[in-house]
């Protein structure tokens, strides 16, 4: 099977703008009469914020993924059938969070919404670390020197680490749910702030430099 990573990346990436789509889709403002007042109006509006505060969690987790699923597609020179079924894999997860995001939306302090949405973003981490690893350990990353080698053996060590400790905090925050739903809300801020911690690692740069190795091996 001959399948470009590009391929892969672009197919991905329409799922993922759909997902997007179809989530923001899911916010509707009320119907607003006539002779509503400006109080009334802005109270309806407040009644939105845990779907907008959800959609924006939501949002960054996505958007978390897509950035990460670029910068490893970016890393690896070739895919395998297994590494396609586990990017779906993936895909199933990310298309279902427009689902516990409304569910959240609707019903903010739920111990079972926060649960769902906890679990459902654990099984989306999941994935990803099953893709990734899999991509590691079948030799589907470039190739180059020592140096650039090690490079990748870094970013490859700085994700796992942080993908590991999402994937413990949304799993602590299905129970702690049932405990108190303000719990499991920290739980759901901290992956993204992990996340946005920058590492020392240039993902472009080093990209760059293995196409270069690979069109001039020399």
Same mark, same amino acid.
């Given at each position: ?38 109080? %009334? ?27 990460? =699923?670029? =910068?490893?597609? =970016? ?36 111990? %079972? ?22 991509? %590691? ?82």
């Amino acid at each position: 099977m001959n399948i470009s990573t590009n391929r892969v990346e672009n197919f991905s990436d329409g799922v993922i703008s759909i997902i997007i789509t179809i989530m923001v889709f899911s916010i509707r403002f009320p119907h607003i009469g006539i002779k509503y007042s400006p109080h %009334e109006i802005w109270h309806d509006m407040e009644r939105l914020t845990p779907h907008l505060i959800a959609y924006l969690f939501s949002f960054l987790i996505i958007g978390i993924m897509w950035l990460n =699923h670029h =910068h490893v597609f =970016h890393l690896m020179e070739k895919v395998d059938e297994k590494l396609l079924w586990l990017n779906l894999h993936l895909l199933f997860w990310l298309s279902l969070v427009p689902f516990p995001t409304g569910m959240l939306g609707e019903n903010p302090f739920l111990p %079972e919404a926060a649960a769902m949405y906890a679990g459902t973003l654990f099984c989306v981490v999941t994935a990803f670390v099953m893709m990734r690893t899999y991509a %590691e350990r079948h030799d589907m990353m470039y190739r180059a020197d020592r140096a650039i080698n090690k490079q990748i053996k870094r970013v490859n060590k700085k994700a796992r680490i942080k993908y590991l400790v999402s994937m413990a905090i949304y799993l602590l925050a299905i129970p702690a749910a049932y405990y108190s739903v303000y719990i499991s809300f920290v739980c759901f801020a901290v992956p993204p702030i992990l996340f946005f911690i920058p590492d020392g690692i240039d993902d472009e740069e080093l990209a760059r430099q293995l196409i270069e190795k690979s069109e001039n091996p020399a």
